[in-house]
């Protein structure tokens, strides 16, 4: 079983070590810039996580909350003033926004250079062509608990089931990047059994509980979950855990897999948001 939560202590450990480094050579922490609009109970949960667990390594806590009949034209000053504030090294704006707003639209005024949830157009465009640039939390987490697992990627086999922009398409390119071949399965694919049973790395990002169960899996296979999934039973991922560990060779279960590794690199792109804001200073 991979142990997501003793992986992202480590993470968070070490970019504790990395902002006092930082804070002492420029003499200010990095900074993050949550932006929350509206009451959404889950988000709400989500940005209270993202700051305690920002505040806990060292990070400025420069949250901002617009109310929940804020116009798009707030919300987007609000992330223009964020975007020339150097005290903010970093801006994530909670998706998603209220249903009067047009989220895509804002995150795309995000400057590159601290966009540490690495969502704007941008960033997405400089990890297609292979180009530096902050990537998304999710799928580098992913990447991360495969590294921390010595997982083999170059030549092998990666299925990864969901397209979404937030974590399937990215996690490909990723995986892409690291020499894997790479098949994106989605809602539309067919036998998705038989494509998922001829992965070395298989990851499931859809949504629905229980959908990769044991015939999914190549035996020995490393299997990341990144499913959440709220059911009578608590919370499930989109892997049937107990169906499949007997199976594969490496799963993450859910909680404890890949969700605490969601906010440890949110933590580690802002300290590099906020290394590439001060080199970019000094030249
Ligand atoms: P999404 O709804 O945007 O995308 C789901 C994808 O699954 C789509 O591309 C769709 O084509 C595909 N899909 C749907 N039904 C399918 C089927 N039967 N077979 C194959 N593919 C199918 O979701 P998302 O934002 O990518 O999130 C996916 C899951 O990951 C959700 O459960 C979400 O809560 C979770 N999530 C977890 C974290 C974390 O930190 N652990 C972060 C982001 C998302």
Do not use: W
């Not at 929350?36 to 806990?56: H, M």
């Not at 795309?108 to 640039?133: C, F, H, N, W, Y």
């Not at 892409?176 to 499931?204: G, K």
């Amino acid at each position: 079983m991979i142990d997501g939560r003793a992986v992202a202590a480590r993470i968070r450990a070490q970019v504790a070590r990395e902002v006092t480094t930082l804070t002492e050579r420029t003499g200010r922490p990095p900074g993050l810039a949550t932006i929350l609009v509206g009451e959404d109970p889950a988000s709400t949960i989500y940005v209270a996580n993202k700051r305690n667990a920002s505040g806990e390594v060292g990070i400025t806590d420069l949250h901002r909350h617009l109310p929940d009949q804020a116009r798009q034209e707030e919300v987007a000053a609000l992330i223009e003033e964020c975007n020339s504030d150097p005290a903010v090294s970093g801006i994530l704006l909670q998706l998603p926004v209220p249903e009067a707003l047009d989220g895509a639209a804002l995150t795309a005024t995000i400057v590159p250079e601290k966009d540490v949830d690495g969502l704007t157009p941008v960033s997405a465009g400089r990890l297609m062509q292979g180009a530096p640039g902050l990537r998304p939390c999710t799928p580098l987490g992913v990447i991360e608990l495969l590294d921390s697992y010595d997982v083999e990627l170059e030549g092998t086999q990666a299925v990864v089931v969901g397209r979404s922009n937030l974590v399937g398409k990215p996690l490909s390119f990723l995986l892409l990047e690291r020499n894997a071949t790479v098949t994106i399965c989605h809602s539309r694919t067919r036998d998705l059994e038989a494509v998922c049973a001829r992965a070395d790395v298989l990851v499931a990002a859809v949504g629905t509980a229980g959908l990769i169960g044991a015939d999914h899996v190549k035996p020995g296979a490393a299997v990341i979950d990144v499913g959440i999934n709220r059911t009578e039973e608590g919370l499930r991922g989109d892997v049937d855990f107990d169906a499949v560990t007997a199976r594969a060779g490496l799963v993450t279960p859910v909680p404890g897999g890949v969700g605490p590794m969601t906010i440890a690199m949110l933590l580690r792109n802002t300290v590099i948001a906020a290394s590439m804001q001060q080199e970019r200073g000094e030249r």
